[in-house]
């Protein structure tokens, strides 16, 4: 599985996640500033090389499907 931080705003969320697992996180933007920011962690990373013994060397972490 991988670890997922996000922070956010002074917040920080760290959730575990299994092969396949799909979750909804949902952390507070300060858009005070004009702008929000969020930073997204993901530990272990891997290439498909390194996980399955392709020629693919792309880093690979998480997908996010949508920022809202």
Known sequence: GQA???RS????????LAPGTRR???VPLDRRSG???ASVGVTPARTPA???GTSDWR?????L???R
Request: aromatic share 0%.
């Open 65 to 67: 499907e949508a920022v």
């Open 50 to 52: 390194e996980a399955l």
């Open 4 to 6: 997922i931080t996000v």
């Open 35 to 37: 702008s929000c920011l």
């Open 59 to 63: 880093m690979l972490g998480v997908r």
């Open 9 to 16: 705003a002074g917040h920080r969320e760290r959730v575990h």
């Open 24 to 26: 909804r996180l949902t």
